[in-house]
Each structure stands twice: as structure tokens, then as C-alpha cells.
């Protein structure tokens, strides 16, 4: 199995970080050491001296290591829209982000990374997220928030991660809309488009519950 993967989303507000968190303790469970990461992260609150964004803060609740905020999280942005807006003059550094990242690794057995966004979702003013998959050399696993929509969401990012070069590890839904009609026919028709596994998928919960999740989980070759 790779010792990453770098998790996308059909869109922002689609379950990406609870996935991550799930996905996180599924590898635990296997007794590897996972650590995870948000390197651009818009939308932050002042705390302990610092911008601290609450998908960071969670990667860190959950990682196998104690680490520090500033590797798990480089960039952190008060504003809560898009980084490249969010940034202000900041020079969002791709080196900086590598070295965080490389220092991660040597932090434990796997890294999640989880974007910001959907796949072409800006980061800076520079490039987006399928640029920053691109030069982790990571394989990707693709959220898949299931709502009326999504079907065209889904199908347009596997075949930008397809046009990438990237490897897509696997996919996962989560029922985001837990009204949603027809879920089951919705599944059915991704399942069917959508040339890599679907590794689980995810209920609604009514509260977190990462553990419960991470037992819904088949984890990537
Ligand atoms: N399995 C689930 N059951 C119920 N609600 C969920 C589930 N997964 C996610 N949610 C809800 O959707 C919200 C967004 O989820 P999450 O924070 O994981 O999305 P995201 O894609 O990481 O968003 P962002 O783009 O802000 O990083 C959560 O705050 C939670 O309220
Ligand atoms: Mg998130």
C-alpha cells in the first residue's frame, strides 16, 4: 500500500475531512501510524498564539504522533473563502509545503493529505489542487458527497484525475444528504462509471463517530 494518499472532494462541505478522519483510523487499526495534513487551509480562528483551522486541528487530535501545527498546516488563512483570495499578498510556497510534507513522512508509516476545495480548486493565486497532488506524487482518493448533482461532480473529477496522470487509490461516498431519493441507484450508476473501487460508504450520522466509520472502510491496495 502507498505510504500516502492525497483526499479530494467532488466539492467543499462534502465530507472530505470526517473521511480523512475515518480513513485515518482505519489504517491505525491495521497498526500502521498515520499522520495527517491540511497544507492551505481559509477559514481560521486566532488560538494559541496562531491562525488554527478546525480540519487542521482535528488532523492533529488524530494523528498517531504528537506534531506540531505549523507541519501539518502551513498555510492558514483567517478569511473564510477561497485561499487564493484568502492569502492576501502571502506567498503560498509549493517547497514549503513538499518539506512539510517529506517531514510528515518520517513522522510515521502514512500521511493523509486533504485539500482545500474540489480537485481544481485554488490554493494561492497560483495553482490549485490538482497541482499540488501532481508534485506530492500521491495517489488520490476521491469523496464523493452524494446529493442530487453529484453524479456530474463525481464523473468530471475522475476524469480530471485521470488527465493529471494521477492514480485514483479509490473512492468513497458519503451520504451528505441523508433525504436524498434514490440513493442506491445513484451508487449504482457511479459504480458503474467510475473505473477504480469504492472503498465505503459512509452513512449519515448524526454526530461524528470516526471509529464507526473507519469499520465501513476497505482500504486501497
Ligand atoms: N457521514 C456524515 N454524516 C453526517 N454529516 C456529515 C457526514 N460527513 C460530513 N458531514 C457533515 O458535513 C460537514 C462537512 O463535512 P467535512 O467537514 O468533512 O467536509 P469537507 O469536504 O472536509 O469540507 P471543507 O471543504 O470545508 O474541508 C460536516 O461538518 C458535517 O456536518
Ligand atoms: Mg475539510
Not at 482505519?26 to 488554527?52: D, F, I, T
Amino acid at each position: 500500500m502507498s505510504s500516502g494518499f492525497f483526499v479530494t472532494g467532488t466539492d467543499t462541505n462534502v465530507g472530505k475531512t470526517w473521511s480523512t478522519l475515518a480513513l485515518m483510523r482505519a489504517l491505525q487499526r491495521q497498526g500502521l501510524s498515520v499522520n495527517g495534513m491540511k497544507p492551505v487551509a481559509a477559514g481560521c480562528e486566532w488560538l494559541q498564539g496562531g491562525w488554527r483551522n478546525s480540519d487542521a486541528l482535528l488532523l492533529q487530535q488524530y494523528a498517531s504522533r504528537a506534531l506540531d501545527y505549523r507541519h501539518i498546516n502551513p498555510y492558514a488563512f483567517q478569511p473564510s473563502v477561497s485561499p487564493h483570495i484568502a492569502c492576501g499578498n502571502t506567498d503560498v510556497r509549493l517547497d514549503v509545503i513538499l518539506n512539510a510534507y517529506r517531514f510528515l513522512k518520517t513522522q510515521g508509516d502514512c500521511v493523509l493529505v486533504e485539500g482545500a476545495g474540489g480537485w481544481f480548486s485554488p490554493l494561492c493565486r497560483a495553482w490549485d489542487n490538482a497541482y499540488l497532488a501532481v508534485a506530492l506524487q500521491l495517489p488520490i482518493i476521491l469523496v464523493v458527497g452524494v446529493r442530487l448533482g453529484c453524479i456530474n461532480h463525481a464523473l468530471l473529477t475522475y476524469r480530471a484525475i485521470q488527465q493529471s496522470g494521477c492514480e485514483l487509490a479509490g473512492w468513497l461516498a458519503v451520504l451528505i444528504d441523508k433525504d436524498m431519493p434514490e440513493f442506491q441507484a445513484n451508487l449504482d450508476f457511479l459504480k458503474q462509471r467510475i473505473g477504480s473501487p469504492l472503498l465505503g460508504v459512509l452513512p449519515h450520522l448524526p454526530s461524528p463517530d470516526f471509529a464507526y466509520l473507519a469499520a465501513l472502510i476497505t482500504l486501497p491496495k
